[in-house]
T-cell receptor, first 116, second 116 residues
Framework: KNQVEQSPQSLIILEGKNCTLQ??????????LRWYKQDTGRGPVSLTI?????NTKSNGRYTATLDADTKQSSLHITASQLSDSASYIC???????????????FGKGTHLIIQP | NAGVTQTPKFRILKIGQSMTLQCAQD?????MYWYRQDPGMGLKLIYY???????DKGEVPNGYNVSRSTTEDFPLRLELAAPSQTSVYFC???????????????FGAGSRLTVL
């Protein structure tokens, strides 16, 4: 069964500090991995999408890494801001063989709180 | 360009009542999806549609129905509400299949449903 595990479950850091969120997956066959940011009371918004051949991808202060061999990804946030307080969801896509579900497996998310 | 619009934002239902969650997108996306998000859990796919007139079940379809008469609209129907359907519901859309390539899902803001 395809699974996506995220750690930590929740994290509190001070404004201006860096942090790293982890995502381990057992999805096969792998297509791509996405990180979404979900603000409280809002829908998820895409931060990055990484395919098999990509090791690193940045979006402003967000940098995602992917190790397809160990099936691990991380999301690094640099110089955190209060607006970074949100849940961060790792989503892994399997190559779809036709019919049935959407091929996406969602992690439970890491709840990040930035304190002033 | 409003993106994905969901209504209502909040709703309280009594057991056995019926209701429809509305979803509309103005991006001319072919694919639309309904997910539910339970506390501390990853998003689960309820139903999806690959175009007008075509719908298919996701991972957790029981107790729900959908229709797709136009490209823009994808309503979700709850026929006999049960406490287990208390959740936050997200509608999403994409240009092509969610699992393919690096296709990005655009989510609505969510509809919080409580069944008492």
């Amino acid at each position: 069964k395809n699974q996506v595990e995220q750690s930590p479950q929740s994290l509190i850091i001070l404004e201006g500090k860096n942090c790293t969120l982890q995502c381990n997956y057992t999805v096969s066959p792998f297509s791509n991995l996405r990180w979404y940011k979900q603000d409280t009371g809002r829908g998820p918004v895409s931060l990055t999408i990484m395919t098999f051949s990509e090791n690193t991808k940045s979006n402003g202060r967000y940098t995602a890494t992917l190790d397809a061999d160990t099936k691990q990804s991380s999301l690094h946030i640099t110089a955190s801001q209060l607006s970074d307080s949100a849940s961060y969801i790792c989503v892994v896509s399997a190559l779809h063989s036709g019919g049935g579900a959407d091929g996406l497996t969602f992690g439970k998310g890491t709840h990040l709180i930035i304190q002033p | 360009n409003a993106g994905v619009t969901q209504t209502p934002k909040f709703r309280i239902l009594k057991i056995g009542q019926s209701m429809t969650l509305q979803c509309a997108q103005d991006m001319n996306h072919n694919y639309m999806y309904w997910y539910r998000q339970d506390p501390g859990m990853g998003l689960k796919l309820i139903y999806y549609s690959v175009g007008a007139g075509i719908t298919d079940k996701g991972e957790v379809p029981n107790g729900y129905n959908v229709s797709r008469s136009t490209t823009e609209d994808f309503p979700l129907r709850l026929e006999l509400a049960a406490p287990s359907q208390t959740s936050v519901y997200f509608c999403a859309s994409s240009y092509s299949e969610a699992w393919g390539g690096a296709n990005v899902l655009t989510f609505g803001a969510g509809s919080r449903l409580t069944v008492l």
